[in-house]
Nanobody, 119 residues
Framework: VQLVESGGGLVQPGGSLRLSCATSGFTFSRYVMRWYRQAPGQERELVAH????????DYTDSVKGRFTISRDNAKNTVSLQMNSLKPEDTAVYYCNAARNVGSLLYEYWGQGTQVTVSS
C-alpha cells in the first residue's frame, strides 16, 4: 500500500495550492479518503473527507468555502484544492484512507507534505 502526497510548498497569504495524493495497493473506491493536517506543537486535525463514490464531502469549519476535496476513482487519486490560504493553514498535510469492514478498521497514511503560508 502506498499513499504519496505532492503539491505542498511555500505560498503567500491569499494564494492557492493544490495537493494531490496518489495511491496504490488497495481498492481505492471502497475507501473514505481524508486530508489531515498537523501544525508544530498541535494535534493532528481532520481537514476534509470524501466518500468512496465522491458524492459526500465535509470540511472542518476553518476551511469551509476555501478548500475543496475531490477524488478520481479511475486514477486512484484524491486532491485538496486550497484557496485563500492563511498563515494558520501552515502545517504538514497528510492523506488518509480508511474503511470499516465489520469491526475491523483498515487505515493507511501518506508521509505528509509541508504547506507554508507566509509573506
Amino acid at each position: 500500500v502506498q499513499l504519496v502526497e505532492s503539491g505542498g510548498g511555500l505560498v503567500q497569504p491569499g494564494g492557492s495550492l493544490r495537493l494531490s495524493c496518489a495511491t496504490s495497493g488497495f481498492t481505492f473506491s471502497r475507501y473514505v479518503m481524508r486530508w489531515y493536517r498537523q501544525a508544530p506543537g498541535q494535534e493532528r486535525e481532520l481537514v476534509a473527507h470524501i466518500s468512496g463514490a465522491g458524492g459526500s464531502t465535509d470540511y472542518t469549519d476553518s476551511v469551509k468555502g476555501r478548500f475543496t476535496i475531490s477524488r478520481d476513482n479511475a486514477k486512484n487519486t484524491v486532491s485538496l484544492q486550497m484557496n485563500s490560504l492563511k498563515p494558520e493553514d501552515t502545517a504538514v498535510y497528510y492523506c488518509n484512507a480508511a474503511r470499516n469492514v465489520g469491526s475491523l478498521l483498515y487505515e493507511y497514511w501518506g508521509q505528509g507534505t509541508q504547506v507554508t503560508v507566509s509573506s
